[in-house]
């Protein structure tokens, strides 16, 4: 079993829909990255979140600790919003990240 | 949001030949560096963990000899891809540290550097 999962791992959605990308850990974790990157792109660090929710513009970020679970959100869907989108977790002593496979978003216009 | 630069954004270079890829924080001091690949529809893959002043820490099956890393300042580290061959032709992305306290560290990604080896 990997440590990070993510669901699904590809998600096809029309322009104006309500987005939800899953991640689950089997890690004990202080903290939890959601990342996006474009094709061919760099990444884009979206949240870091340790608990609670997170909002920024139309992306909404949560995470349940001892479910070990988080859910990244996108409301009102866009095509630009197309991408991957990948879960990371920052694990040992220099806190290098585990990512999960990513979940790739094609907002269809 | 603290900004992670990397040059060159793209390079191709002929097998046999060196190639640097510079990652810099712009307006934070990063004790410590990562350089991570990723070959097409993959996920990214630590390479390294580089630390100011001190030797990088290479994850297993990565080549230190091939991949040298230099950490010289606590704003730079370079990643030198030597005796480049056409199967290291992939997209290097590094990301900093940010030792802003807390409970946790933040990490910047820098915007990545395509490398082709013909």
């Known amino acids: 079993k990997n440590e990070v999962e993510q669901s699904p791992q590809n998600l096809t959605a029309q322009e104006g829909e309500f987005i939800t990308i899953n991640c689950s850990y089997s890690?004990?974790?202080?903290?939890l990255h959601w990342l996006q990157q474009h094709p061919g792109g760099g990444i884009v660090s979206l949240f870091m979140l340790s608990s609670g929710k997170k909002k920024h513009g139309r992306l909404i970020a949560t995470i349940n600790i001892q479910e070990k679970h988080s859910s990244l959100h996108i409301t009102a869907s866009h095509p630009r919003d197309s991408a991957v989108y990948i879960c990371a977790l920052p694990g040992g002593a220099t806190n290098k990240l585990i990512f999960g496979t990513g979940t790739l978003l094609a907002v269809q216009p | 949001g603290a900004v992670v630069s990397q040059h060159p954004s793209r390079v191709i270079c002929k097998s046999g030949t060196s190639v640097k890829i510079e990652c810099r924080s712009l307006d934070f001091q990063a004790t410590t560096m990562f350089w991570y690949r990723q070959f097409p529809k993959q996920s990214l893959m630590l390479m390294a963990t580089s630390n100011e002043g001190s030797k990088a820490t290479y994850e297993q099956g990565v080549e230190k000899d091939k991949f040298l890393i230099n950490h010289a300042s606590l704003t730079l580290s370079t990643l030198t891809v030597t005796s480049a061959h056409p199967e290291d032709s992939s997209f290097y992305i590094c990301?900093?540290?940010?030792?802003?306290?807390?409970?946790?560290?933040?990490?910047?990604f820098g915007p990545g550097t395509r490398l082709t080896v013909t």
């Open positions: 890690v004990g974790i202080s903290a």
């Open positions: 990301s900093a540290r940010d030792p802003g306290g807390g409970q946790f560290y933040e990490q910047y």
